[in-house]
């Protein structure tokens, strides 16, 4: 998650705007009030759309944008102040974006090359131990070629094994201790950090060596799993184990799943699910999960019963984390879920093992079953509700109360009315009660959620934020190809005007920080230069390189040649300005609907501006038809 999108999910856009002077009252989806950009207070026409955090002024100013535009105007700074006064606001650091030097891609590279050279070696040593080999053939199932296509291997007994081969080999302490494969001592010496354990090597997600995850041998070991220790190349919030072999099978199958561990997922590629993964241990990221999301919406919790059960689930209410922070243990927070699914537009649900089985053993039992298990997965609300009443006395009305206590909070979180009046029906069915009486249960007053730094003890934080909305998406990435290509800019421009409509521009986009990269887009094009790329990075603010690598990450790979991807890129650009015409002759309507009633003076200019937005569509209806035409 960037910096920008961070601060735009902590901020509500409304609370912004009302801490502003503006009375804001509710229109259907959006709420409208009098600008406070010019003195009109006759007509309100100033809307802000909370769905996608926007804002737009129907009159004199007739501009529009989200949180940083409304700052910048209102406070006459750039984007870099205002991104600095609402991260203050939101409790967000701000860290110094600093480009990877030559030197660090070598140093990295060398760090990548000695992990490589350390799985052949753990390899090596796991051919030579029969009895480890046993173990993963027959305990844990596992064929030859499984292991040799993961690349299994055994960290030998001793405290210098691989301190004294990688060191005969050239590599030095200090390579080991970067690489993470070496611990070192108060007293300054330094030894293998692996030992008699079975060695997996983790790679990120373009298959890239990152470090290794071990699993005792000995039970009397501890921990039962160990990680590579946080490395230049290893931030296991970042990862997910087998994600470099599952992105294709996930995509194909639209749906992710998680599971708790790594033998697990390897057992389950091997039965032919493939589209699973493994985090590092710990609760989820958000981190992990956008990685998810770039391939599918829809992600599966595969969970045993002790971390799906009661008890892990009131942890998880309670924001215990520490207690459930253990290397291994993949912790279940329903709170920190439900926000990521909001913020991420996803599909969360939770599997449950049964029998106490671990995932490994359920397809060595039958392959079949756990197809069904995953199929019969279930929202996270419905999940916890299910938890907290198995096995309850749901005639003790204590039993109820608490319950309820326990998940109204959960369901008050879910960003659809429609999904919040569903599961209350449900969780009244359940409880045996009417929903009158459940509301009725329910604490009165705004709700206080955790403050955001710079906030006082004692204030109230209210603001829910706003979630990732489908136009930002479509915006992230029509800019993330023409950054990669931006010399489609002028072929898009040509296809607008053969459709009889305006070249691509600033008002396009709805978002500040694309807005912003669009412009320097534009002013790359408007330049003889002949590397357009050179130009376009070299003039992006320092406040947006992170997002711009990010956009340039998403498009690293593109696949369809220039031909497609302008058809596309066209088709998206129709929708966007579609979407836009669309929700202002909307609102514009309502406008008018205002002003006939109050016999106000603005009603003539708001018909004129229906009236150029329903043209508008009409061009845009056209050229969809003629593209549909050309293509077929």
């Known amino acids: 998650m960037s910096t920008i999108d961070e601060i735009k999910s902590k901020i509500d856009i409304v609370d912004l705007v009302s801490e502003a002077g503006v009375k804001l009252r509710k229109a259907g989806r959006s709420q409208t009030g009098f600008c406070p950009f010019h003195d009109n207070k006759h007509t309100p026409a100033f809307v802000v759309w909370p769905e996608s955090g926007t804002w737009r002024c129907f009159g004199q100013c007739n501009e529009g944008g989200d949180i940083f535009k409304f700052v910048m105007k209102r406070e006459g700074i750039d984007f870099k102040e205002a991104l600095q006064k609402l991260a203050a606001r939101a409790g967000v650091e701000i860290k110094e974006y600093q480009r990877e030097t030559p030197q660090q891609k070598e140093a990295y590279q060398h760090l990548r090359k000695l992990l490589e050279d350390a799985v052949i070696f753990y390899h090596s040593h796991l051919l030579a131990n029969g009895e480890i080999l046993s173990y993963l053939r027959e305990k844990r199932g596992l064929t030859d070629a499984t292991i040799e296509t993961f690349g299994l291997g055994f960290a030998p007994p001793g405290y210098d094994n691989a301190l004294k081969h990688f060191t005969q080999r050239g590599y030095l302490e200090q390579d080991l201790m970067d690489a993470g494969l070496l611990s070192e001592r108060d007293d300054g010496r330094r030894y293998d950090k692996f030992r008699n ?5 983790i790679r990120d997600e373009q298959g890239r060596m990152a470090g290794f995850g071990a699993r005792i041998v000995d039970p009397n070991d501890i921990p039962k799993f160990l990680n590579s220790p946080e490395t230049a190349i290893f ?3 970042h990862l997910f184990y087998g994600l470099d072999r599952a992105r294709k099978p996930i995509r194909a199958a639209d749906q992710a799943v998680i599971v708790e561990g790594y033998l697990d997922v390897i057992a389950l590629h091997q039965a032919g699910y493939e589209n699973v993964v493994s985090p590092m241990g710990t609760a989820l990221t958000e981190d992990q999960l956008r990685l998810l999301k770039r391939s599918t919406r829809r992600i599966v919790l595969a969970l045993d019963p002790d971390v799906a059960g009661q008890k892990a689930v009131l942890r998880g209410l309670d924001a215990a984390r520490s207690a459930m922070d253990k290397e291994g243990e993949l912790a279940f927070d329903a709170r920190g879920l439900l926000r990521n699914e909001s913020r991420l537009q996803a599909d969360l649900r939770v599997a449950t093992m049964p029998d106490d089985l671990d995932p490994d053993e359920i397809v060595a039992r039958d392959k079949n079953e756990w197809a069904k298990i995953i199929e019969n997965a ?3 609300v419905t999940h916890v509700m299910e938890a907290l009443t198995a096995g309850q006395n749901l ?6 109360n608490q319950i309820a206590a326990q998940v109204l909070p959960l369901i008050d979180d879910l960003g659809s009315p429609l999904e919040r009046d569903t599961y209350r029906q449900a969780l009244a069915r359940m409880l045996r009660v009417n929903e009158s009486a459940l509301m009725g249960a329910q604490p009165k007053g705004p709700v206080m959620r955790r403050k955001p730094r710079g906030v006082e003890s004692g204030e109230r934080v209210e603001s829910k934020g706003v979630a990732a909305h489908p136009r930002k998406n479509i915006e992230h990435y029509c800019l993330a ?27 396009d986009f709805e978002y500040t920080d694309h807005q912003l990269l669009f412009e320097v887009l534009r002013q790359a094009m408007s330049q003889d230069e002949k590397d357009h790329g050179f130009f376009v990075h070299s003039k992006i603010p320092e406040a947006l390189t992170a ?3 990010e956009l340039l990450a998403q498009t690293e790979k593109l696949d369809p040649s220039e031909d497609k991807l302008l058809d596309d890129l066209l088709a998206r650009f129709l929708d966007l300005r579609r979407t836009h015409a669309m ?10 609907e205002d002003e006939q009633q109050i016999g106000g003076e603005h009603l003539k200019m708001y018909q004129e501006q229906t009236i150029q937005f329903t043209r508008l569509l009409r061009g845009l209806d056209q050229a969809k038809l003629k593209m549909s035409k050309r293509q077929a």
Not at 583 to 592: A, K
């Open 547 to 549: 997002l711009t690598t």
């Open 583 to 592: 929700t202002n002759v909307n609102q514009l309507r309502y406008m008018q």
């Open 235 to 237: 931030t296991k919030g």
């Open 197 to 201: 354990r079975i060695m997996i090597p």
């Open 395 to 400: 005639n003790d009305p204590k039993v109820k």
């Open 378 to 380: 279930k929202p996270i």
């Open 481 to 507: 190809v023409l950054l990669r290509k931006p010399e489609l800019l002028y072929r898009l421009d040509r296809r607008l005007e053969e459709f009889g409509l305006s070249p691509l521009a600033v008002e």
